[in-house]
């Protein structure tokens, strides 16, 4: 067969949408690559979601309740059962039966996202006993969070062994080599890629009068939590060095519209040259452009932090299960090129003195790799390409 190699390509988000962007960064590069990507979607749908040209399929969006995603309820807010988890199975199901795909990509799974295996387990079995075997990728960041039981794993282990032909681990092991989070990591070698960090690379670095210029960026990341840290860094601002400039706070699209009321008119009450705004398009183009970002320590907003070369003060999620973001705030603040404060540390005071030590360092210029999303979309191209159908 000819034509563009076709890839279906899994993403799974039960709370904050870091997952998403970062998919829809590799579905524009592989696309750049020359695939025709369809995107299944299975949380509750992001608004401007750049997919490139890539086709979205929606599955019943599910999120997660709580913090350690230990129930998952429909989009009608009602706990999921067997019969909602044989409809999602079916839908996808169908998705790859009419795709017909040279590559499944499944983000995360099955170093996270145990909770779908209801429908992934299916997808992999019939991926195996297709007549055209596609090549079957995990598309993992490079920390996990560490699992509730040591067996799990274990299991991590055998998933990939029984199914899949590659992992791609979008970081640099410079910085954080695989095994740190995943001890098993060396009985996968051979497939294991280290792509470098998927980030946006769309920002473009202006001049005076160009989105975000030398304003105070704070925002917290997509997902539901973070409003302590918007408070905080509001009540900051008077006391700080960076008093004379505007701060643009960004407010998550999970965010309620009564909550995003209740911040705006408290940002208001505190200062006029206070901007309360929903999480916006251009990020990457702020993050460029602003004098300091405060944020937490998701994936999505570090790197891209690193990549655009941006003082940063980070207060790192450490809610439910989450590791990540501690850890890998904790090694880029050893390079000296991130300001951190702990979670339980943050007041407004504390952000204030956070402030005077980031203006006292020099901007981020992190040495390790952030063309993840290329070289993984190229490496994804070349596996299609040596597919005799």
Known sequence: MSGAKRVLFYVQHLLGIGHQRRGATLARAMQDAGMEVTYVSGGHGIPNLDLGGGALEQLPPVRAVDLYFKELVDEFDQPIDDAWRNRRRDALLRVWDRVQPHVILLELYPFGRRQMRFELLPLLDAALAAPHRPVIVSSVRDILVTPPKPERLVEMLERVDQYFDHVLVHGDPDLIPFDKTFPHAAKIAGKLHYTGYVVDRTGRRGGPGSPGWDEVL??????????????????????????????????????????FRTLSKFAASVSPDIMV?????DFPSLLMNCALSISQGGYNTLMEGMHAGCRAIIVPYAGGLETEQTLRAGLLTERDVITTLGEEELSPAALVTAIDRALAMQPAAGDFRTDGASDGANRIAAWAAALDW
């Open 277 to 281: 705004e929903r999480a916006r398009g």
């Open 218 to 259: 704070v925002s917290a990341g997509g997902g539901a939590v973070g409003d302590k840290l918007l408070r905080a860094a509001i009540l900051a601002r008077a006391g700080s060095a960076l008093a004379h400039k505007r701060w643009r706070v960004l407010a998550g699209v999970k965010v309620t519209e009564d909550e």
